[in-house]
């Protein structure tokens, strides 16, 4: 075997190396570069594993001899809102006062049901054509800005049930009364935020 050495030279140094060690060092380097890696990727996935089981609250849960071991999420439950249906004589009339006077947007409409929203707050509309002979109902609103609201709601023409005032509680509040006698309140709490 003819081995032609390969000259690097630099201002102070010139050296020979020969193409076969040259090819020998470069791929056992590869080789420890790439078992290092696999390595760092084992670690890396380990790691991810273990923040996505606590993100997600995935448990290990106790194996038996006979069964296969299963990871199960922990269900817990969490009520995330709270919408109120109240019932309505006629569907047009409240859909034009929840729209048009309020500012509330149409969400679902099916049927004898229309769900009504504005920000993070949701009512559900319930046809009843017996519902003037049933007792009413009522929501609290709790909002920021109440003041701007109220005067938003002057511009158009409300007729409010309550003037806006504030209560003892330190709620800065008004009320209004759809066509159907269900009452709607909105506050502001304008006490210290923080307790």
């Known amino acids: 075997m003819v081995i032609e050495p390969i000259v690097e030279?630099?201002?102070n140094l010139t050296r020979n190396v020969s193409r076969k060690s040259?090819?020998?060092?470069?791929?056992?380097?590869?080789?420890?570069?790439?078992?290092?890696?696999?390595?760092s990727m084992r670690v890396l996935f380990t790691c991810l594993l273990i923040a996505l089981?606590?993100?997600?609250?995935?448990k290990a849960q106790p194996m038996n001899v006979n069964e296969t071991p299963l990871i199960t999420p922990e269900v817990k439950p969490e009520m995330t809102e709270l919408i109120p249906s109240l019932a309505v004589a006629d569907m047009a009339k409240a859909m034009d006062f929840y729209t048009r006077k309020l500012g509330f947007g149409v969400l679902l409409q099916n049927g004898n049901y229309m769900a009504v929203g504005r920000d993070l707050v949701q009512i559900g509309l319930v046809l009843d054509r017996g519902s003037a002979k049933m007792r009413k109902g009522s929501c609290y609103i709790q909002m920021g800005a109440v003041d701007v609201f109220y005067r938003e709601?002057?511009?158009?023409?409300?007729?409010?049930t309550s003037e806006l005032r504030t209560?003892?509680?330190?709620?800065?509040?008004?009320?209004?009364?759809?066509?159907?006698?269900?009452?709607?309140v909105f506050g502001e709490y304008m006490g210290n935020k923080t307790q």
Request: charged share 15%; with cysteine; net charge positive.
């Open 22 to 39: 040259y090819a020998t060092s470069n791929t056992t380097m590869e080789a420890r570069f790439n078992l290092c890696m696999l390595g």
């Open 53 to 58: 089981f606590a993100a997600t609250g995935l």
């Open 9 to 11: 030279s630099s201002p």
């Open 167 to 184: 209560q003892p509680s330190k709620m800065r509040e008004f009320s209004v009364t759809d066509p159907d006698g269900n009452m709607l």
């Open 153 to 160: 709601l002057q511009n158009k023409g409300v007729r409010f």
